[in-house]
């Protein structure tokens, strides 16, 4: 693994101030994403490093200040981060380490500022989400947030727009990330129940008998029909995921191995809901770090 000052010079980053910022977010991430770092650092060519770390930062500071409070309030707090976030990237002088990461990554890597627009455009969605009455409203979710967050980090690796395999990559990174997102809302079940929205739609818990009040109050109860329920949404999962498996071959053989990781240790993640589909509400689902940590050893034996 190369060391992360020498990323930050690979990257040309040169700027004592900047580089300590740059080292800040390399520790949030570091602390909050602990498989998805140690696969950068240890699988992504080291010039890209920063910038993909900078991506991720934004990404979770995003997610922070828009998913806390009542919708108002979230409403008010994107608003505000995204008049920051625009005047930072504009090149305004800011004192928040994450949009001046972001500022000098987007500087460095032009696409990224333009996948930050589409994000910050369709985080309004999130800002007010409590839930969805059908697949729909999932899918136009994913349409409109998850998968231009997705994009961020993804358009960093990508191909560019005006070769033959662009539109590939973005339809292998759409069915990507809905499956990612099915598994989240599932291996999150317990703690968005408490919080009194869910992300499996209305109508599948309808038609399973179940509903957030019978989920929080009677888990025992509720066992049977939300086996049945993980069953059906995780083979949903499944059938998207099987779409991915082509994406590393759309990108440059230096993000292969980042690549065919990322869909392994996703495929980890969902045989951990299914593992554990009947008791969610009390365990969650994760995979064994034992086993994440094979996944990435095999892709760093691959570059």
């Not at 002088?93 to 990224?112: F, G, K």
């Amino acid at each position: 693994m190369t060391r992360w000052p020498a990323a930050l010079t690979q990257a040309g980053i040169t700027d004592p101030q900047v580089r300590r910022s740059y080292d800040v977010q390399r520790t949030l991430v570091r602390r909050n994403r602990r498989e998805e770092y140690l696969a950068v650092r240890l699988l992504l060519p080291a010039r890209i490093h920063p910038a993909v770390i900078a991506a991720v930062a934004f990404m979770d500071e995003t997610d922070t200040r828009v998913d806390s409070g009542d919708i108002p309030a979230r409403q008010e707090a994107l608003r505000t981060w995204d008049r920051q976030t625009t005047e930072a990237l504009a090149g305004r002088p800011t004192e928040n380490e994450t949009l001046r990461t972001l500022a000098d990554a987007a500087r460095r890597h032009p696409v990224l500022g333009v996948r930050v627009r589409h994000f910050l455009d369709g985080a309004p969605v999130e800002a007010t989400w409590s839930g969805f009455a059908t697949d729909a409203d999932f899918q136009d979710y994913v349409d409109r947030y998850s998968l231009p967050a997705l994009m961020l980090t993804a358009s960093l690796i990508g191909p560019e727009p005006e070769s033959g395999h662009h539109e590939g990559f973005l339809h292998g990174c759409r069915r990507l990330v809905e499956a990612m997102q099915r598994t989240d809302f599932m291996a999150d079940l317990a703690e968005d129940v408490t919080e009194g929205r869910v992300g499996i739609p209305k109508d599948e818990l309808d038609r399973h008998g179940l509903d957030i009040d019978r989920l929080r109050d009677r888990p025992e109860e509720c066992a049977p029909a939300l086996a049945r329920l993980v069953d059906e949404e995780a083979a949903r999962a499944d059938a998207v995921l099987a779409e991915c498996r082509h994406l590393p071959d759309l990108v440059a053989p230096a993000y292969r191995p980042f690549l065919d990781t990322l869909i392994s240790v996703q495929a980890l993640r969902l045989d951990a809901v299914k593992a554990h589909r009947a008791t969610l509400l009390r365990t969650g689902a994760s995979p064994a770090t034992s086993a994440a940590l094979r996944v990435l050893w095999r892709g760093y034996r691959t570059r």
